[in-house]
Nanobody, 126 residues
């Protein structure tokens, strides 16, 4: 399984970005996908997760109402739409995949994911 994250960049506070995670190597209908981020000097943290088959989602409290995770089965791609971006959202964003369907309460645990992409930088200026 390979994951390729893209879509990061520099944006002003209040702006939007859409991250993409293209997955290859498997049929992902029974997978759970997640987005995590790591800011400078901080530990990597959960952002959002989605069950690929039915779309159950979970979000970190810090991004609820601003970020939306979604999947396109035909393209084997998961998206993270990020609106109303804040300087605190500045980080490297990673996508991850888990063989099997996680219940939403466990989507935030990094150890539950089997595969990781290389990360894409998001920088939000004030």
């Amino acid at each position: 399984v390979q994951l390729q994250a893209s879509g990061g960049g520099l944006v002003q506070a209040g702006g939007s970005l859409r991250l993409s995670c293209a997955a290859s190597g498997r049929t992902f209908s029974s997978y759970t996908m997640g987005w995590f981020r790591q800011a400078p000097g901080k530990e990597r943290e959960f952002v959002a997760g989605i069950r690929w088959n039915g779309g159950s989602t979970r979000y970190a409290d810090s991004v609820k109402g601003r970020f939306t995770i979604s999947g396109d089965n035909a393209k084997n791609t998961v998206y993270l739409q990020m609106n109303s971006l804040e300087p605190e959202d500045t980080a490297i964003y990673y996508c991850a995949a888990r063989r099997g369907l996680l219940i939403t309460s466990t989507m935030g645990h990094q150890d539950n994911y089997d595969y990781w992409g290389q990360g894409t930088q998001v920088t939000v200026s004030s």
